[in-house]
């Protein structure tokens, strides 16, 4: 049993505060992903990481498209291949390193960026 409503019907926000530790890096596949969910007092904010070919990048875990969640399945957010970003609800395949949608809907678009930094082996909000 939880306290309050589910966690689909809580306030969301679209930032969090600098600094916070999100992830280990070395629990992230390269390529691989990672959602994230991050409690802002009363609020919650949904992202996601890209590990990519040592780089990390962090989204919001929202389709510029219809607004939904990119993946239907936890941590799902890439390809088979591991090459691109995928959004399970429409189609749209976005590039992992910069969020530029490269087909599908939002033909010409791309995801919010969430800016994170690799401290050590930490992944943090920046």
Request: negative net charge; aromatic residues 8%.
């Amino acid at each position: 049993m939880t306290d309050g409503p589910p966690l689909s019907d809580r306030p969301r926000v679209w930032k969090t505060p600098p600094g916070v530790a999100v992830a280990v890096l070395a629990d992230i596949a390269d390529p691989g992903a990672r959602a994230v969910v991050v409690q802002i007092g009363e609020a919650y904010f949904h992202g996601f990481l890209i590990h990519k070919d040592g780089e990390v990048r962090g989204y919001v875990d929202r389709c510029p498209h219809a607004g939904y969640p990119l993946a239907v399945e936890l941590d799902r957010y890439l390809t088979d291949d591991g090459e691109l970003i995928l959004c399970a609800w429409h189609g749209g395949v976005f590039k992992p390193l910069t969020g530029e949608c490269v087909g599908g809907p939002p033909a010409g678009g791309r995801l919010t960026p969430w800016p994170v930094t690799v401290d050590g082996a930490v992944v943090r909000t920046a």
